[in-house]
Every structure is written in structure tokens, then in C-alpha cells.
């Protein structure tokens, strides 16, 4: 029987938050990427193009696993009733629930991270505890049927996981394999304990305005369901 792993998309959604996990799922044999936005037109990414789903929220099959990619567009996204309404019912059958770098507050808005370890990209993680989770250090966190990710890159090797949980290490390899997935970046750096303090300082402006952004618009969704 097909393995249904559903990822829903909003506007201005990173696209290597779903491209990535998305191409080393679609390597397993029996799992079918059912890609969905609200309506199930076209959505634009944060990189300038726009993605195709194949369904609606009323069409979209019932998840096995949900991958909810973050994005720019999240801050939004978290209050989007319809969305986050889609999430919490795909969350209520799914086997897993997961989430690649700011997605984790979509599923934090849709009540699935309380009590939980989780983590998101490395700019954002202190407005987990928001969402009532517990911020765990790591690239992958997994808490039962939980798995979060951290920042964009992260997918990759989250979805390696998964696939090395649900269907064995040997196909995971295989897949790693097959995608010559075998970074080599030409930088020591890419998270605030590894990267240069002068590269930190430009870089950390810009997340403190986006970490202020998430936690209004979390603000925001806890005012509306009071």
C-alpha cells in the first residue's frame, strides 16, 4: 500500500524546505509526495518560482507522514485558519508529524508541539517555548512520533532519517547514494557556534526582526483563540 507523505505549501514558503526532503522521498518505492496548497493553485516560493501542487485541502489524501516546510512566509502562515485547521486534522490520523525549519510553528499553531522537544532553524528557537515545546539542540529532533528539523539545509538529512526509520538504513544509504549526497561545504560555518563572530554579527540583525515577527504573529493566534 502507498505511504502517503503530505506537504502542505503557503506563499513564500523556502523552497528547499519541501524540494529537499521531498527528492529523497520520492526515491522510496512505495511513497507518494502529495504536494497541496489551500485551493491548489500555484504557490510562489522565496526563490522567484512557483510550484505546482497536485491538490486541494478538500482532495488531499489523508497523510502517513506530514512534512510542513517554514519560510518567509510563515509569518503569515500562522494564521491562516484554513491552514492551520488542514494541519490539525492531517496531524489527528498521521503516523508522523514533522517539520522543517519554521514549519515547526505551524504545527506549534496547530497544538502539536505542546509538551514536546522539538527544534526549528537556530534564529528561531526561543520562540518555541511558545508553542508550549521544549527546544532540544540538534539538527534532528525526534520525540516519539515528532521529528523536527532545523534550518533549511537540515531536510536533507532529516529525510534521510525517516526513511532510515520507516523503511531501514539500507535504503536510506542507497538514496544517499544515488543523490551523491556528500556535502563538502567550502566553509566552516553554516550555524552560530561554527561560523566566524564577524559573520554572526551581519547575519543575527535579521533574525532578531524575524524572531520578533514569529512571535507576534504567535501573539496574534493566541489572541484569536481567546
Same mark, same amino acid.
Given at each position: 500500500?502507498?505511504?502517503?507523505?503530505?506537504?502542505?505549501?503557503?506563499?513564500?514558503?523556502? #523552497?528547499?524546505?519541501?524540494?529537499?526532503?521531498?527528492?529523497?522521498?520520492?526515491?522510496?518505492?512505495? @511513497?507518494?509526495?502529495?504536494?497541496? *496548497?489551500?485551493?491548489?493553485?500555484?504557490?510562489?516560493?522565496?526563490?522567484?518560482?512557483?510550484?505546482?501542487?497536485?491538490?486541494?485541502?478538500?482532495?488531499?489524501?489523508?497523510?502517513?507522514?506530514?512534512?510542513?516546510?517554514?519560510?518567509?512566509?510563515?509569518?503569515?502562515?500562522?494564521?491562516?485558519?484554513?491552514?492551520?485547521?488542514?494541519?490539525? /486534522?492531517?496531524?489527528?490520523? @498521521?503516523?508522523?508529524?514533522? *517539520?522543517?525549519?519554521?514549519?515547526?510553528?505551524?504545527?506549534?499553531?496547530?497544538?502539536?508541539?505542546?509538551?514536546?522537544?522539538?527544534?526549528?532553524?537556530?534564529?528561531?528557537?526561543?520562540?518555541?517555548?511558545?508553542?508550549?515545546?521544549?527546544?532540544?539542540?540538534? /539538527?534532528?529532533?525526534?520525540?516519539?512520533?515528532?521529528?523536527?528539523?532545523?534550518?533549511?539545509?537540515?531536510?536533507?538529512?532529516?529525510?534521510?532519517?525517516?526513511?532510515?526509520?520507516?523503511?531501514?538504513?539500507?535504503?536510506?544509504?542507497?538514496? #544517499?547514494?544515488?543523490?551523491?549526497?556528500?556535502?563538502?561545504?567550502?566553509?566552516?560555518?553554516?550555524?552560530?557556534? @561554527?561560523?566566524?563572530?564577524?559573520?554572526?554579527?551581519?547575519? #543575527?540583525?535579521?533574525?532578531?526582526?524575524?524572531?520578533?515577527?514569529?512571535?507576534?504573529?504567535?501573539?496574534?493566534?493566541?489572541?484569536?483563540?481567546?
Amino acid at each position: 500500500m502507498a505511504f502517503n507523505i503530505v506537504i502542505p505549501l503557503f506563499p513564500g514558503v523556502t #523552497q528547499l524546505d519541501f524540494t529537499g526532503p521531498a527528492q529523497m522521498f520520492a526515491q522510496v518505492p512505495d @511513497a507518494t509526495i502529495c504536494v497541496v *496548497s489551500e485551493s491548489g493553485a500555484s504557490i510562489k516560493t522565496d526563490s522567484g518560482f512557483s510550484i505546482l501542487p497536485g491538490h486541494d485541502f478538500d482532495n488531499c489524501p489523508q497523510a502517513d507522514l506530514i512534512c510542513i516546510p517554514g519560510g518567509p512566509g510563515v509569518f503569515t502562515a500562522i494564521n491562516n485558519g484554513a491552514l492551520v485547521s488542514f494541519v490539525d /486534522r492531517q496531524c489527528e490520523t @498521521a503516523q508522523y508529524l514533522t *517539520s522543517v525549519c519554521t514549519g515547526a510553528f505551524i504545527l506549534g499553531a496547530a497544538g502539536r508541539l505542546q509538551g514536546r522537544r522539538a527544534t526549528t532553524h537556530w534564529g528561531y528557537t526561543s520562540a518555541l517555548e511558545v508553542c508550549g515545546a521544549e527546544f532540544t539542540p540538534g /539538527r534532528i529532533v525526534t520525540d516519539g512520533n515528532l521529528i523536527t528539523a532545523g534550518g533549511v539545509t537540515s531536510g536533507i538529512d532529516f529525510s534521510l532519517a525517516v526513511i532510515a526509520r520507516i523503511w531501514g538504513e539500507t535504503l536510506a544509504q542507497a538514496i #544517499q547514494l544515488r543523490m551523491e549526497y556528500n556535502p563538502a561545504p567550502p566553509f566552516t560555518g553554516g550555524h552560530p557556534g @561554527a561560523s566566524e563572530p564577524a559573520i554572526l554579527a551581519e547575519v #543575527q540583525p535579521f533574525y532578531d526582526k524575524a524572531l520578533a515577527r514569529v512571535l507576534a504573529a504567535l501573539a496574534e493566534r493566541a489572541g484569536k483563540a481567546e
